[in-house]
């Protein structure tokens, strides 16, 4: 089964926790020890791991991005929002996450984070856990 979490963003670029979002389905499951695959359906937002202890690491992945695709005249995509789809392209659309014990296994300091880049929007992150 496939579940699903809904995010409302609320930046134009932001990097939004869902960490404990995800644990709570784990939790929730009888998967014990297995894989949780995320996947974002979206070609302007991103899944992505880093740490998540630090505010400052979220604003300053915010600069290296803009830094990496700033806005440029010689995008021809209508919608004005190129940046955001190469932002999207860089983070990735999807995570593989082990499963232990029924938890999480993330580093010390790691979280999940969906990845906005074009909101603010109500995005989707579908889930899908599987033993093994």
């Given amino acids: 089964m ?27 499951s009888d998967v014990k020890e ?18 998540n202890w630090d505010p400052d690491v979220r604003h300053d992945m915010s600069i290296g991005l803009d830094a990496i695709s700033p806005q440029r005249r010689e ?7 190129s940046p955001a789809h190469l932002k999207s392209s860089l983070t990735g659309a999807s995570l593989c996450v082990l499963i232990s014990g029924g938890k999480l296994v993330l580093g010390t300091w790691q979280g999940i984070y969906l990845a906005e880049f074009d909101g603010p929007r109500r995005r989707k992150v579908l889930v899908k856990l599987m033993a093994g």
């Fill in 75 to 81: 995008y021809q995509h209508g919608e004005g929002n």
């Fill in 34 to 51: 297995g894989v949780c695959f995320l996947f974002c359906p979206h070609t302007t937002a991103g899944l992505t791991l880093n740490e």
């Fill in 2 to 28: 496939i579940e699903q979490l809904e995010v409302s963003t609320h930046d134009r670029q932001a990097f939004q926790d869902i960490t404990s979002e995800v644990q709570a389905l784990v939790a929730r």
